[in-house]
T-cell receptor, first 111, second 113 residues
Framework: QKEVEQNSGPLSVPEGAIASLNCTYS??????FFWYRQYSGKSPELIMS????GDKEDGRFTAQLNKASQYVSLLIRDSQPSDSATYLCAVNEGGYNKLIFGAGTRLAVHP | DVKVTQSSRYLVKRTGEKVFLECVQDMDHENMFWYRQDPGLGLRLIYFSYDVKMKEKGDIPEGYSVSREKKERFSLILESASTNQTSMYLC????????????FGSGTRLTVV
């Protein structure tokens, strides 16, 4: 069974701090990695994608990928209360168009 | 702006009814998916389709069927709704190659009473 694992949280950080969200995956054939943000009662929205080892930055968000360790992370700098949401890690099932999702990490940013 | 549109945001149905959930995408994506999402259980794949008239079972297909007669439309059917099918249903689509991730619809909150 191919799996994506995340700590369910809640991860609580003060406003302005760096939030660090982590994800591990089991399928070594995976090539594409995604982070989705989901507000309560809403559908997931794609915020970051990463395909190569290393870091990828987009505004306050940085995705990090280490394929050897089968590890993906998302850093949110200068966290804001509006970042409070559940963050889903998703990994493509090797060779297929289907994504496997983690259960999500709930982030709470407090003023 | 590209979109995945789910026909209903909220639905209330009675036990035993046949329920149709519709999903339409305007991105010419080959691949479409139906998930349900429940607290503590995450996203669970019900059915998916890689092409017109093609369907594959996901992890929890029991009690559901699907139809894909046109590329842009993927319908989820609850043959005889039961209370344990009360859930948030999410449709998603993706371009072949998978490199751009899913685009999700806004979701349908289904309550079966």
């Amino acid at each position: 069974q191919k799996e994506v694992e995340q700590n369910s949280g809640p991860l609580s950080v003060p406003e302005g701090a760096i939030a660090s969200l982590n994800c591990t995956y089991s399928d070594r054939g995976s090539q594409s990695f995604f982070w989705y943000r989901q507000y309560s009662g809403k559908s997931p929205e794609l915020i970051m994608s990463i395909y190569s080892n290393g870091d990828k930055e987009d505004g306050r968000f940085t995705a990090q990928l280490n394929k050897a360790s089968q590890y993906v992370s998302l850093l949110i700098r200068d966290s804001q209360p509006s970042d409070s949401a559940t963050y889903l890690c998703a990994v493509n099932e090797g060779g297929y168009n289907k994504l496997i999702f983690g259960a999500g990490t709930r982030l709470a940013v407090h003023p | 702006d590209v979109k995945v549109t789910q026909s209903s945001r909220y639905l209330v149905k009675r036990t035993g009814e046949k329920v149709f959930l519709e999903c339409v995408q305007d991105m010419d994506h080959e691949n479409m998916f139906w998930y349900r999402q429940d607290p503590g259980l995450g996203l669970r794949l019900i059915y998916f389709s890689y092409d017109v008239k093609m369907k594959e079972k996901g992890d929890i297909p029991e009690g559901y069927s699907v139809s894909r007669e046109k590329k842009e439309r993927f319908s989820l059917i609850l043959e005889s709704a039961s209370t344990n099918q009360t859930s948030m249903y999410l449709c998603a689509s993706i371009l072949s190659g998978g490199g751009y991730g899913y685009t999700f619809g806004s979701g349908t909150r289904l309550t079966v009473v």
